[in-house]
């Protein structure tokens, strides 16, 4: 039973653009949300968090979203860059879920 | 260089044979992790321990074994009684169990079972 879902399974923006990922998740339990960036044959990188008391987090190009009362929330990249393409799971505390993940292609 | 160490990096095995993934940290981490990927499955958590003699079962914890003996070291044990064992495993650390704590994750090893 996926509490983390990631229904984009992929993504093409072009250069320059914003790329946004999308994820969803179903426990309410829930209070701490991640990003993780991950390159093929490699281990996720932590991107970005928030914490449920808060709807917004910004670090550089990064910004993450969190809406809990539609249990969603969303990665936004601004401006997306070549190096950006990657696979990104979301993941959720405190059960430690990860989202099936998206892949990101940004497109020169 | 602070960080999590998988070997190898790929690792083949004939069916019916018990293998050992090893993940070493020197990030002094209290809590470690086991998680498998398949494609379109994302990670999916085998077992976890938050304290050194301590582990428990994740999500698909069968036909699955690990010890944590050292702080340092959490090694996977895959035995024969893995139905499915071909897969992308990743081995991670954090500072706080199952808390705010972002993963350190190693770059993983690669079984492939035949």
């Known amino acids: 039973d996926q509490q983390v879902k990631q229904n984009s399974p992929s993504l093409s923006v072009q250069e320059g653009r914003i790329s946004i990922l999308n994820c969803d998740y179903t426990?309410?339990?829930?209070?701490?949300f991640l990003w993780y960036k991950k390159y093929p044959a490699e281990g996720p990188t932590f991107l970005i968090s928030i914490s449920s008391i808060k709807d917004k987090n910004e670090d550089g190009r990064f910004t993450v979203f969190l809406n809990k009362s539609a249990k969603h929330l969303s990665l936004h990249i601004v401006p997306s860059q070549p190096g950006d393409s990657a696979v990104y799971f979301c993941?959720?505390?405190?059960?430690?879920?990860f989202g099936t993940g998206t892949r990101l292609t940004i497109i020169p | 260089d602070g960080g999590i160490t998988q070997s190898p990096k790929y690792l083949f095995r004939k069916e019916g044979q018990n293998v050992t993934l090893s993940c070493e940290q020197n990030l002094n981490h209290d809590a470690m992790y086991w998680y498998r990927q398949d494609p379109g499955q994302g990670l999916r958590l085998i077992y976890y321990?938050?304290?050194?003699?301590?582990?428990q079962k994740g999500d698909i914890a069968e036909g699955y074994s690990v010890s944590r003996e050292k702080k340092e070291s959490f090694p996977l044990t895959v035995t024969s009684a893995q139905k499915n064992p071909t897969a992308f495993y990743l081995c991670?650390?954090?500072?706080?169990?199952?808390?705010?704590?972002?993963?350190?994750f190693g770059n993983g090893t690669r079984l492939t079972v035949t």
């Open positions: 426990n309410s339990m829930f209070d701490y």
């Open positions: 321990s938050q304290i050194v003699n301590d582990f």
């Open positions: 993941a959720a505390t405190p059960f430690i879920a």
């Open positions: 991670a650390s954090s500072m706080l169990p199952q808390g705010s704590s972002p993963l350190h």
